[in-house]
């Protein structure tokens, strides 16, 4: 089986999928006129893919080891793996939010972790990867999309203050 093309596409598959959000974010900014109108959860999807591009760029500097393929290539973390769970884990977050239905948001979550796995065993059935990249990898998004989470629920959160006292202060 041809593992490497595998990931390739299932990497493909979740960009294609984190993009779906960024146009949704795009066309709520435009439609509504102002930035502030946008959804939180979409306005902070630049934290974590700049998050995975910093974390990308520090150890493809400072490698911690190399290929097994014996490439010569930086291999910690997996970033096949780092890029499609964080972004599927972000998914999973936002989903509610645009699927009402429970069921489908089920098959979706589950479609998701079967793609995560897959992903995470491809890279290292491909010779592509350590198992502690993959992990490292995993790790990371788990991070991420906690980090995510917590500032675009902190956000929501002070923004409804917000609009709170701004409505208070009008009576």
């Known amino acids: 089986m041809q593992w490497d093309l595998i990931t390739n596409i299932i990497l493909t598959i979740s ?5 779906i959000f960024v146009v949704i974010g795009i066309y709520q900014w435009v439609t ?14 630049p ?6 591009a910093i974390t990308y760029l520090i150890f493809e500097i400072f490698p911690v080891n190399y290929r097994p393929d014996g490439s010569g290539e930086s291999s910690f973390p997996s970033t096949h793996t780092m890029i499609v769970t964080t ?10 939010h645009y699927v009402k239905n429970k069921t489908i948001r089920i098959i979706l979550n589950i479609i998701m972790v079967a793609l995560i ?8 059935e491909a010779d592509k990867h350590w198992i502690i990249d993959v992990i490292g990898g995993v790790a990371f998004a788990f991070a991420f999309s906690e980090i995510y989470y917590y500032a675009y629920k902190k956000f929501k959160k002070s923004r409804k203050k917000h609009h709170a006292e701004r409505l208070q202060s009008n009576y």
């Not at 934290?47 to 995975?52: E, G, I, M, S, Y």
């Not at 972004?87 to 509610?96: D, E, H």
Request: glycine share 2%.
């Open 15 to 19: 960009i294609i999928t984190l993009a």
């Open 32 to 45: 509504r006129k102002s930035l502030k109108k946008v959804n939180p959860e979409l306005l902070w999807l």
């Open 47 to 52: 934290l974590p893919v700049a998050l995975v």
């Open 87 to 96: 972004i599927f884990f972000i998914v999973m977050i936002i989903l509610p």
């Open 117 to 124: 796995a897959l992903v995470s065993y491809g890279r290292v």
